[in-house]
């Protein structure tokens, strides 16, 4: 194969560098985007088994054996809906909303490292990337609720932007310690910093930060018990109320995507990322042949499977005890966090 004129072909034959760089960069994004889309298709599927089973049901069953080609038939239902617009709203606005929600819980992946020497970005401020990025997604849902003209809908995107002030502070305020302990923002880094320890991961002396980050994640994705934008018991369906067809499927990917990528962040940032625990290997050496992404993907599906138990078992907080446990508890708590990491590191 002629390399030489495949450059060419991109516009930069003085720079075959520069151009396989970029070539491999779109191959990473082409793999992630795949992998992701994949995951998030059969996480709606587990999450119907899951559930299903804890509640002595059996899930979907037609569609494919024991309904395992039920993503499949539900996007291309979607697809084929009509695509409805209301016609007292905010045309444009509408039809931008969901693919806002979409590309900035898209585009946290970037800086995730699934294993040793596997990452689109490398950036110092990675785990700054991530919380902007998180942000980013709430403006998705705070346009679609005002465009679409519907009272359901405008209170569910006001619910969401107070959610997301609330718990986006105790979300960056509980990874604080993690950044003291490792000394840095890259994610790659603060991996890496874990293994300077027998217990191989930051989960242990970070108890506490773990424990607010998990209840801001559930906030932070509008997920139960913390799913009060979309309380269909009150709301209808928040914020989506008025999507339909492909638009309301986006707003789906977008949150589980979201779901994603905080539980990559919890891996990462507190179980260690791809490495196995140390003290783990020392007593069953032979697990040193599994590989890093077997770790990491492990570890990210029991925190996607915590999403599915704690839907299952706990049921909706009601608004004000909601924006309560933000203020008075997990804000105070991630602070103390922060003031008990510090006096250690420097005592110790």
């Excluded at 396989?20 to 995951?39: E, R």
């Excluded at 509408?94 to 800086?111: E, G």
């Excluded at 990491?296 to 907080?317: D, E, G, N, Q, S």
Aim: aromatic content about 16%; some cysteine; charged content about 10%.
């Amino acid at each position: 194969m002629d390399f030489n004129g495949f450059y060419g072909f991109l516009g930069c034959p003085q720079n075959t560098s520069l151009c396989v760089q970029i070539i491999i960069i779109l191959i990473k994004i082409a793999v992630v985007i795949a992998v992701t889309m994949l995951h998030v298709a059969y996480a709606t599927y587990f999450e119907r088994k899951v559930i299903g089973h804890m509640q002595v049901r059996l899930g979907p069953m037609r569609v494919g054996p024991h309904g395992l080609l039920q993503p499949i038939a539900d996007g291309v239902k979607l697809f084929f809906k009509e695509d409805v617009i209301p016609q007292a709203g905010d045309k444009w606005v509408f039809q931008l909303a969901p693919i806002i929600a979409v590309f900035a819980t898209l585009s946290a992946l970037a800086v995730i490292p699934i294993f040793e020497g596997f990452m689109i970005a490398n950036i110092n401020v990675g785990l700054l990337y991530i919380l902007a990025m998180s942000s980013l997604s709430a403006y998705g849902i705070i346009m679609a609720g005002w465009s679409s003209n519907s009272k359901y809908a405008f209170l569910g995107g006001l619910r969401s932007s107070a959610q997301v002030i609330s718990y986006e502070i105790a979300l960056g305020l509980s990874l604080v310690g993690v950044m003291l302990m490792s000394g840095s923002l890259n994610l790659y880094e603060i991996v890496k910093g874990q293994q300077e320890y027998w217990y191989g991961m930051y989960l242990i002396p970070q108890f506490l930060g773990y424990f607010i980050f998990l209840v801001a994640a559930f906030a932070e994705t509008n997920r139960t018990p913390f799913d009060l934008p979309e309380a269909e018991s009150e709301l209808v369906a928040g914020y989506f109320t008025e999507y339909s067809g492909m638009r309301f499927a986006l707003f789906f990917l977008g949150e589980y995507i979201a779901m994603i990528v905080m539980a990559c962040v919890a891996v990462i940032c507190f179980w260690g990322g791809w490495t196995a625990p140390p003290i783990l290997l020392k007593w069953f050496p032979f697990l040193a042949v599994v590989p890093g992404i077997v770790w990491f993907f492990i570890k990210v599906y029991f925190h996607i499977f915590l999403f599915y138990w704690v839907r299952a078992t706990v049921p909706r907080y009601r608004y004000d005890f909601l924006m309560r446990l933000g203020w008075k508890v997990l804000i105070p708590l991630a602070l103390l966090n922060i003031v008990a990491t510090s006096i250690i590191k420097y005592a110790f």
